[in-house]
């Protein structure tokens, strides 16, 4: 799988073709993979946003380092760049379900380009992918549904608003449901935010912050096995704040403890939690705290 090269997918005019579909507008499509031919499935990396909603188990799904099987009402983003797909033993397999492709041109000037940010599911690992409910599996049938009923209507000065509002609404929907999926999950979250709590503060215990530097959300989401964007988004749901802010909390106890322990500076003591220039510190610390190190030392 590793050694398998990279196919390079630029337009959506060349996906519709290699799927046996109509181009109804260059920069966005809806396909039905019921009415595509068998393919290969290679890995691929395409230059449009991607959203496949598979409805069958077709094979293992790999999606940057990881792989995940493909269960029944199962949805995968994909942003442009990003390196996917199946891998198999090389025969033809007959895929099932729907994609929406469309591309970044397509939304650019409009308000879903400037929020499309917001949407950070489109940078979360294959393993996070949203599992839908019955009901909501029909909501986003519907969605797509009316993004290919749009397309099939004559060109006129409202087809590009009402397409990319139609869009924005399935987006939206999926934000929808990644909540309540991140609320039914809430026993496996528990589970990750105990681990994340103890990495950091063995992190700040150790010798870590001096030789690898200042405590980093992505160092954390990976040794948690998941997306910067997924740890991100679980940890604020969960917590109200964000990773980041939680490091932050943690590194100012350890930092007054050190700072109420004589011998030490607070330039030794802002080295030794990673910080490259002391000013650093001082500046977090006085954030956080309200009074700087060296004030907080006199008052205690």
């Not at 595509?36 to 799904?61: N, Q």
């Not at 895929?95 to 400037?114: E, R, V």
Request: glycine fraction near 6%; charged fraction near 25%; hydrophobic fraction near 35%.
């Amino acid at each position: 799988m590793e050694n398998q090269e990279v196919e390079r997918v630029n337009s959506i005019t060349e996906y519709n073709k290699m799927t046996n579909h109509e181009t109804l507008h260059p920069l966005v499509s809806v396909v039905d993979f019921s009415k595509s031919p068998r393919i290969c499935s290679y890995r691929r990396t395409y230059g449009f946003y991607t959203v496949f909603l598979k409805d069958v188990v077709c094979g293992d799904m790999y999606y940057g380092k990881h792989s995940y099987d493909y269960q029944e009402g199962t949805l995968v983003f994909i942003a442009p760049g990003q390196v996917s797909g199946v891998k198999n033993d090389g025969a033809p397999i007959q895929p099932g379900g729907y994609a929406l492709l469309f591309h970044p041109d397509l939304i650019k000037g409009t308000n879903l380009g400037k929020n499309m940010k917001d949407y950070s599911f489109f940078s979360y690992d294959v393993h996070e992918a949203l599992h839908l409910s019955e009901k909501e599996r029909e909501i986003i049938l519907e969605c797509f549904k009316n993004i290919r009923l749009e397309l099939e209507q004559p060109i006129d000065k409202h087809s590009k608003s009402l397409v990319v509002n139609n869009i924005e609404l399935f987006l939206n929907y999926c934000m929808r449901f990644y909540d309540r999926q991140f609320i039914t999950r809430d026993h496996i979250n528990q589970g990750v935010i105990g681990k994340f709590e103890n990495l950091v503060d063995e992190y700040l215990k150790s010798e870590s912050p001096k030789n690898i530097g200042f405590p980093m959300v992505n160092y954390f989401a990976d040794k948690l096995n998941l997306s910067a964007n997924y740890f991100g988004d679980l940890i604020k749901k969960e917590l109200g704040i964000s990773p980041q802010e939680l490091i932050h909390n943690k590194l100012i106890d350890v930092a007054k403890e050190q700072i109420l322990e004589q011998g030490k500076s607070i330039s030794e003591i802002s080295y030794d939690l990673g910080f490259k220039y002391p000013q650093h510190f001082t500046r977090l610390f006085k954030t956080k705290v309200g009074v700087s190190p060296s004030e907080y030392k006199i008052l205690n």
